[in-house]
């Protein structure tokens, strides 16, 4: 409990694993910092697995791990609850490279303002994000429960993706830019992607800067407003 900062060292396969399950709970209540290190193949991720089972991070206000521009699974920061577990994070405020996995426990996310690659995957419970107002260069998906993303409006390079029947809704989104190759993707009847505030839709100048738009299986995208298009002003946009 007096623990307050966890940090990946700088080689490679430097990996904190911080697991608990079958009702084991992990106190890390005064830990401020994480860090998934500096360089690939790097990192600090939480799983938390079970009912009754607790990792306590409730002073953590920022957690970063490597950003490349092109992390892999392997090497990215993970919050992930499933099962009835529990993180319990009340201050966390800022992510880079994170993936938060809302898989049937709980998290609280209701501080999170800004995130920077990583993203957001839902598959069971009513979630909700009502401080977050930019996520770049990540991907929020959804396949089951519900999502609440009311203050977002920074969406730039990030990949959306609606199946399950559910819904992903920012219309409060005027703008979007890929930062890289990027999709907004609803599969399956019923699901769907609001983007109707927006305006204006651009592929990054970056090469391989390409956004693709696709609906599939009944799946509806909503850009109802977009009045431009542009593919960027170079080769592989």
Do not use: C
């Not at 100048?205 to 407003?225: K, P």
């Amino acid at each position: 409990s007096g623990l307050r900062e966890l940090v990946a060292g700088n080689a490679f396969g430097a990996v904190v694993t911080v697991s608990a399950s079958g009702g084991g709970r992990i106190d890390l209540s005064s830990v401020t910092q994480v860090s998934g290190g500096n360089g690939d193949g790097q990192a600090v991720s939480f799983d938390v697995d079970g009912s009754g089972s607790v990792v306590d991070l409730s002073s953590l206000t920022d957690y970063h791990d490597y950003y490349d521009n092109g992390s892999h699974g392997w090497d990215q920061g993970l919050l992930r609850a499933s099962n009835g577990g529990v993180i319990s994070s009340p201050s966390l405020k800022n992510l880079t490279n994170v993936l938060v996995s809302h898989w049937g426990g709980s998290i609280n996310v209701s501080k999170v303002e800004l995130m920077y690659g990583g993203g957001i995957n839902v598959t069971s419970g009513a979630i909700a994000y009502p401080s977050l107002m930019s996520l770049k260069d990540g991907a929020i998906s959804i396949t089951d429960g519900t999502i609440g993303l009311a203050a977002l409006t920074t969406i730039d390079g990030t990949s959306l993706s609606a199946g399950g029947g559910r819904t992903i809704s920012l219309p409060q989104v005027v703008s979007y830019k890929s930062l890289r190759g990027t999709s907004l993707q609803a599969t399956q009847p019923g699901s769907s992607i609001v983007l109707s505030g927006l305006r204006e839709l651009v592929a990054g100048n970056a090469f391989g800067a390409v956004v693709t738009v696709s609906a599939s299986g009944g799946g509806r995208i909503d850009l109802s407003s977009v009045t431009q298009v542009s593919g960027g002003n170079g080769d592989g946009q």
